[in-house]
């Protein structure tokens, strides 16, 4: 009986902790303005009182002692934490020379009007459920003399009452009277145990759903406890219902096993995500100030202005400071005591807590490894990070685009159909883009380590597959433009259907029925995303084989046998299909002359691009004896270890033939789209290195204590010194372009909004599908936010002061202004022989040479010294420049070249004077 009651205490224990840990994240999501706020305000904070009232146990605790208690626990944290807040408030004014905080109260005004720095507005709620528990209490004592059905009824009079004739007590006491009422309430909930009674009753679930809709969509009332704002006795419906609505999710979650531990961490830090979280959204602010996304003033509000669309990122901020700072105050007791009213284990000193988090955070894996990556790759959220010329294509497609358009539309992939449903269901803007890929590939850095931990029973293993996989800089350089999303989902995908494979093998045949229609599902999705997921049927088709061979008993699955042969249908489709719109690479060899030693040449490559051994670029000739001295490494220390050692490695053998799989497959498309992704084989290399990596350590026989951390270090130094030597000069590079391009369209004094809309009419384009086209001069030019849409053929003088820009509202509807270009610091033109011309524009950081001569497959070289990023758009070519390229007078030797061949087509030597 003592075992049942203890496995039934942490059954409520656990549900509870659920509730709390939903409600807060439903908290945080309501103080950032987002689109939910209101719905959230409905019922939350009433939801709060409710279960601390389901919680309270009337015989543990006498009245002194249960005061005693709440002013440990409630008040002394309250005044603590406000006054630091206060001081805190004041020394970073100071330090940082700028209002962050307006309006500082001092200690005098806090101790006798309760006014708070902003920061501390959310710690009200300790105030009132202080008030409210001591009040629950008496009265709950005092049950026996008098009716609690009586009382609970006095109090929803009173409440009334205050409401009606807008009553402000002092010390927020008139609001006590609404936290008692919830408290008695969630009290009564407990006694008389009534969620037994209405925990599978179906009427109850479609009322309560009921309820919601009606008073948020149909009849909106306005709630705010801080506020006073208060429609009794809708109220109490409202909240019962929001509150049993998130009791049910709460069970469904426990029942699934989804993500339950990392929920029931935010329900135990509660308090603290309570009282931290504005400082986290303040951090927030400041970032996206400093990187030019916000304007000064939304530094010092609190709420994040709804004109600007970060309340995703404001969350995600305001979680995690609240974590981390209350992880360093539960490094000391004392301090943890005092500043949140909580013991966490008795006389326990300061490196013994540190060892405790330690252990914490080693048990807890998913969490570290989001936290490591958020922070690790940060930098994507710069406000230099949108790279290509036409970074928001794709977006542009998805506003432009109804859902049934992208479906239908044969050109479009469904990894579109996927966006189109995340940025209508959170109604973001393209700002998020970058926050988006972050969040797909930190989902995919999970899915790693779930699939690692499943085949190989090593939770250090999967710890390292899914750290390596993070932070690789060929892992990390999909955030370099939005055609990377596609490369995302497909990884994403992939390892989702890997996952969902392996739990098939312990599940019912009900159960598999259900997981084969999702795998089939997501196995379109993925497909029709990128065609390198072709492999994945290959992969688990030899996952059963091998496991036949080991049982013997075990057969090839029906769905395995489907999925290959849809497989062999696609890839038949695929190469059946002409694209329209790609330059076909007839001198990359494996086009018509495929050879078997290409295979092995272009896994060499992906070893070499993968650990970026020679930077080179993605050829079949230059194959690196590091890296094959390196797979051989790998391939000898794996047979040894099977054959001498005659250990199962069995699972490194699928995926060292998985990894080849994904490598082999691109070579069989006939076009330079679908040549050597690296995003997908990263997974697979990821996985091969962490094993390598541990095994090494078991090998040499080191008791590495630390050695997650020592990983860590080492991702680092690899990223710093050594990783990705080529993006890394790249992302220089565009770094510097970018930041010409938005001083420049910072002169055309068009607001982003406005420019979001406009097409460009009179740009010339032969291949106006195709994103390399003139709107690339534009974009170099006119920064980012130009959209540009190849409307006709007419030709464009870029010469010329003024553009048109048309403005179509989706109806018809047409209207065409004129804009005048800003005059851009720039060389007067250089006629050349044969009808050649330049012009170096934004500070001479780009170059346009126009001319007959110039092909579509040219690149351009002056000074012996090859331009990058070198477009051709018709008559016009356009390249950057190398920072410091001119002095005041220079000679400059002009050459076009054949981009293959490498053929000189035009040289022009001419003396060219840099205007100041």
């Known amino acids: 009986m003592e075992v049942s009651y203890m496995e039934e205490k942490k059954?409520?224990?656990?549900?509870?902790?659920?509730?709390?840990?939903?409600?807060?994240?439903?908290?945080?999501?309501?103080?950032?303005?987002?689109?939910?706020?209101?719905?959230?305000?409905?019922?939350?904070?009433?939801?709060?009182?409710?279960?601390?009232?389901?919680?309270?146990?009337?015989s543990k605790y006498t009245i002194k002692s249960y005061i005693k208690k709440q002013i440990k626990g409630l008040l002394l944290p309250y005044f603590v934490v406000n006054i630091l807040f206060l001081i805190f408030a004041r020394i970073i004014n100071k330090f940082l020379k700028m209002n962050v905080f307006f309006n500082i109260p001092t200690i005098k005004s806090f101790l006798l009007y309760s006014q708070r720095v902003d920061i501390g507005d959310a710690t009200w709620f300790l105030l009132v459920l202080f008030?409210?528990?001591?009040?629950?209490?008496?009265?709950?004592?005092?049950?026996?003399?008098?009716?609690?059905?009586?009382?609970?009824l006095v109090l929803f009079f009173i409440s009334v009452i205050i409401n009606q004739n807008r009553i402000l007590l002092p010390y927020m006491l008139d609001l006590s009277f609404y936290g008692t009422?919830?408290?008695?309430?969630?009290?009564?909930?407990?006694?008389?145990?009534?969620?037994?009674?209405?925990?599978?009753?179906?009427?109850?679930?479609?009322?309560?759903?009921?309820?919601?809709?009606?008073?948020?969509?149909?009849?909106?009332?306005?709630?705010?406890?801080?506020?006073?704002?208060?429609?009794?006795?809708?109220?109490?419906?409202?909240?019962?219902?929001?509150?049993?609505?998130?009791?049910?999710?709460?069970?469904?979650?426990?029942?699934?096993?989804?993500?339950?531990?990392?929920?029931?961490?935010?329900?135990?830090?509660?308090?603290?995500?309570?009282?931290?979280?504005?400082?986290?959204?303040?951090?927030?602010?400041?970032?996206l100030?400093?990187?030019?996304?916000?304007?000064?003033?939304?530094?010092?509000?609190?709420?994040?202005?709804?004109?600007?669309?970060?309340?995703?990122?404001?969350?995600?901020?305001?979680?995690?400071?609240?974590?981390?700072?209350?992880?360093?105050?539960?490094?000391?007791?004392?301090?943890?005591?005092?500043?949140?009213?909580r013991k966490i284990i008795s006389e326990s000193k300061f490196k013994r807590n540190i060892k405790i988090q330690m252990r914490y955070y080693s048990n807890n894996s998913i969490l570290l490894l989001v936290i490591v990556l958020f922070i690790f790759n940060l930098w994507v959220l710069t406000k230099f990070n949108f790279f290509m010329f036409n970074d928001y294509s794709?977006?542009?497609?998805?506003?432009?685009?109804?859902?049934?358009?992208?479906?239908?539309?044969?050109?479009?992939?469904?990894?579109?159909?996927?966006?189109?449903?995340?940025?209508?269901?959170?109604?973001?803007?393209?700002?998020?883009?970058?926050?988006?890929?972050?969040?797909?590939?930190?989902?995919?850095?999970?899915?790693?380590?779930?699939?690692?931990?499943?085949?190989?029973?090593?939770?250090?293993?999967?710890?390292?597959?899914?750290?390596?996989?993070?932070?690789?800089?060929?892992?990390?350089?999909?955030?370099?433009?939005?055609?990377?999303?596609?490369?995302?989902?497909?990884?994403?995908?992939?390892?989702?259907?890997?996952?969902?494979?392996?739990?098939?093998?312990n599940k019912s045949k009900k159960m598999k029925f259900l997981y084969s229609g999702l795998i089939i599902i997501l196995y379109y999705l993925g497909l029709k995303s990128k065609e390198t997921i072709i492999i994945l049927p290959l992969i688990l088709l030899i996952y059963e084989i091998l496991k036949s061979i080991k049982y013997k008993k075990n057969k090839v699955s029906f769905l395995t046998i489907i999925l290959n042969i849809i497989t062999v249908l696609c890839l038949k489709m695929i190469l059946s299909l002409k694209a329209a719109n790609i330059i076909f690479d007839i001198k990359n060899s494996h086009h018509h002359t495929f050879k078997i030693i290409n295979l092995i040449k272009n896994f060499c490559k992906y070893i070499i691009l993968y650990f970026d051994i020679n930077n080179s670029s993605?050829?079949?000739?230059?194959?690196?004896?590091?890296?094959?001295?390196?797979?051989?490494?790998?391939?000898?220390?794996?047979?040894?270890y099977i054959f001498?050692?005659?250990?199962?490695?069995?699972?490194?053998?699928?995926?060292?033939?998985?990894?080849?799989?994904?490598?082999?497959?691109?070579?069989?498309?006939?076009?330079?789209?679908?040549?050597?992704?690296?995003?997908?084989?990263?997974?697979?290399?990821?996985?091969?290195?962490?094993?390598?990596?541990?095994?090494?350590?078991?090998?040499?026989?080191?008791?590495?204590?630390?050695?997650?951390?020592?990983?860590?270090?080492?991702?680092?130094?690899?990223?710093?010194?050594?990783?990705?030597?080529?993006?890394?000069?790249?992302?220089?590079?565009?770094?510097?372009?970018?930041?010409?391009?938005?001083?420049a369209l910072e002169k055309l004094n068009i607001s982003e909004n406005s420019i979001s809309n406009f097409y460009i009419d009179n740009v010339i384009s032969e291949d106006n599908v195709f994103s390399h086209s003139s709107d690339s001069i534009l974009k170099m030019l006119y920064g980012k936010n130009i959209n540009v849409e190849i409307n006709s053929k007419q030709n464009y003088d870029l010469t010329k002061e003024y553009m048109y820009l048309s403005y179509n509202n989706l109806n018809g509807d047409i209207k065409v202004k004129k804009y005048i270009l800003p005059k851009i610091d720039s060389v007067s033109p250089n006629e050349i022989k044969k009808g050649v011309k330049f012009n170096l524009y934004n500070n001479k950081s780009v170059i346009i040479v126009e001319g007959s001569n110039i092909l579509k497959n040219s690149k351009l070289v002056i000074n012996n010294t090859e331009l990058s990023d070198t477009v051709v758009a018709g008559k016009i070519m356009t390249a950057f420049l190398p920072n410091n390229f001119y002095d005041k007078t220079q000679i400059l030797q002009l050459r076009i070249k054949n981009k293959y061949t490498n053929n000189v087509v035009y040289s022009e030597k001419k003396e060219i004077i840099v205007k100041d």
């Open 618 to 640: 993605f050829t079949y000739t230059k194959v690196s004896f590091i890296s094959l001295f390196f797979i051989l490494i790998i391939i000898l220390f794996l047979l040894y």
């Open 181 to 287: 009422l919830y408290f008695l309430i969630g009290f009564i909930i407990k006694e008389y145990n009534i969620i037994s009674r209405i925990d599978n009753n179906v009427y109850i679930f479609f009322i309560s759903i009921g309820i919601m809709y009606y008073f948020f969509k149909i009849s909106y009332i306005p709630i705010s406890w801080a506020g006073r704002d208060f429609r009794m006795p809708f109220d109490i419906f409202i909240c019962l219902s929001g509150t049993y609505l998130v009791y049910l999710f709460s069970k469904i979650m426990i029942n699934l096993n989804l993500g339950i531990e990392q929920i029931k961490l935010l329900g135990r830090k509660s308090l603290s995500i309570m009282i931290f979280h504005f400082l986290g959204f303040r951090l927030c602010f400041y970032l």
């Open 131 to 152: 008030y409210s528990s001591i009040l629950s209490a008496i009265l709950l004592k005092c049950k026996k003399k008098i009716n609690l059905k009586y009382t609970i």
């Open 644 to 743: 001498i050692k005659k250990e199962n490695y069995r699972y490194q053998i699928i995926w060292i033939i998985g990894n080849i799989v994904v490598v082999l497959v691109p070579v069989l498309f006939n076009s330079e789209q679908y040549k050597l992704y690296l995003y997908l084989p990263s997974i697979f290399l990821s996985i091969i290195f962490a094993i390598f990596f541990e095994n090494i350590i078991k090998i040499v026989k080191l008791k590495m204590k630390y050695d997650i951390f020592i990983v860590l270090v080492f991702l680092i130094i690899v990223n710093f010194f050594y990783g990705g030597r080529g993006f890394r000069d790249h992302w220089k590079h565009l770094s510097i372009r970018n930041y010409n391009s938005y001083k």
């Open 11 to 58: 059954r409520r224990l656990d549900f509870i902790d659920m509730m709390k840990g939903v409600l807060i994240v439903l908290m945080v999501i309501g103080h950032t303005n987002s689109p939910y706020t209101s719905f959230i305000y409905l019922f939350h904070m009433g939801a709060f009182f409710i279960i601390s009232g389901f919680l309270y146990n009337d």
């Open 289 to 341: 100030y400093n990187m030019g996304y916000v304007n000064l003033n939304q530094i010092s509000t609190l709420i994040l202005e709804s004109k600007y669309p970060f309340w995703p990122l404001v969350i995600v901020f305001g979680l995690l400071i609240s974590l981390v700072i209350d992880n360093m105050i539960s490094l000391s007791n004392r301090a943890y005591l005092i500043i949140l009213g």
């Open 394 to 505: 794709i977006l542009k497609i998805i506003k432009y685009s109804s859902l049934k358009e992208i479906l239908f539309n044969q050109s479009s992939s469904t990894g579109l159909i996927f966006l189109k449903f995340i940025y209508e269901l959170f109604k973001l803007n393209y700002e998020y883009h970058h926050l988006i890929l972050l969040f797909i590939h930190i989902m995919t850095s999970i899915g790693v380590y779930k699939l690692s931990k499943n085949l190989f029973e090593s939770k250090k293993i999967a710890f390292y597959s899914g750290i390596i996989f993070g932070m690789w800089p060929i892992s990390t350089m999909t955030f370099l433009s939005d055609s990377f999303i596609l490369d995302l989902l497909v990884g994403f995908f992939s390892i989702l259907i890997l996952n969902i494979f392996i739990i098939l093998e």
